[in-house]
T-cell receptor
Framework: DAGITQSPRHKVTETGTPVTLRCHQT?????MYWYRQDPGHGLRLIHY???????DKGEVSDGYSVSRSKTEDFLLTLESATSSQTSVYFC?????????????FGDGTRLSIL | AQTVTQSQPEMSVQEAETVTLSCTYD???????LFWYKQPPSRQMILVIR??????QNATENRFSVNFQKAAKSFSLKISDSQLGDTAMYFC??????????????FGGGTRLMVKP
């Protein structure tokens, strides 16, 4: 299995508080992604990174920011959490854009915002 | 932009029987890949099978096979000899290659499959 660790696995917090989710990989893959999973929507891309300090927005980026200061770590931050951001968040990695290999996923973080 | 549609939110099948999950997609890309992922209650995302768009032959992985109809933009998953462990959420996904985004995945909304004893 690909070495991807998401932390925390579960978190409950209150509206208006900042939240940071961490994704750590040991595969030295270039690309990292953050998705959210909601019923009926599958997984939707929030942000992605194509290298250290290189990030871009995905389909549902409003209210989220990301940072990647090291190859192995990709952080997702909710600056002021809202109830609509209650979801399961997945991190994924992929090796390079010329590879035909799909992404590998972490085990997800369940985030509840009350 | 790509879209992926799974029109069956829920399905059930008796153990040992065969079930087919539907997926359609829309794209203007010519070079792409299609995947089926399985998500059991443990929440893991497990790759089941993949199909390269340039290949005419349908992919097969043990009890899992696909029916890929490129002109119709259809990519269905057939599970033969269903087992209780196949109970899971199944996601169809589209991947295009290239550019800064690496191998971008677009997912369908999922089909919840229950295998009954």
């Amino acid at each position: 299995d690909a070495g991807i660790t998401q932390s925390p696995r579960h978190k409950v917090t209150e509206t208006g508080t900042p939240v940071t989710l961490r994704c750590h990989q040991t595969e030295n893959h270039r690309y990292m992604y953050w998705y959210r999973q909601d019923p009926g929507h599958g997984l939707r891309l929030i942000h992605y990174s194509y290298g250290v300090k290189d990030t871009d927005k995905g389909e549902v980026s409003d209210g989220y920011s990301v940072s990647r200061s090291k190859t192995e770590d990709f952080l997702l931050t909710l600056e002021s959490a809202t109830s609509s951001q209650t979801s399961v968040y997945f991190c994924a990695i992929s090796e390079n854009r010329d590879s035909n290999q799909p992404q590998h996923f972490g085990d997800g973080t369940r985030l509840s915002i009350l | 932009a790509q879209t992926v549609t799974q029109s069956q939110p829920e399905m059930s099948v008796q153990e040992a029987e065969t079930v087919t999950l539907s997926c359609t997609y829309d794209t203007s890309e010519s070079n792409y890949y299609l995947f089926w992922y399985k998500q059991p209650p443990s929440r893991q995302m497990i790759l089941v099978i993949r199909q390269e768009a340039y290949k005419q032959q349908n992919a097969t992985e043990n009890r899992f096979s696909v029916n890929f109809q490129k002109a119709a933009k259809s990519f269905s998953l057939k599970i033969s000899d269903s087992q209780l462990g196949d109970t899971a959420m199944y996601f169809c996904a589209f991947m295009r290659q290239g550019d800064n985004a690496g191998n971008m995945l677009t997912f369908g909304g999922g089909t919840r499959l229950m295998v009954k004893p």
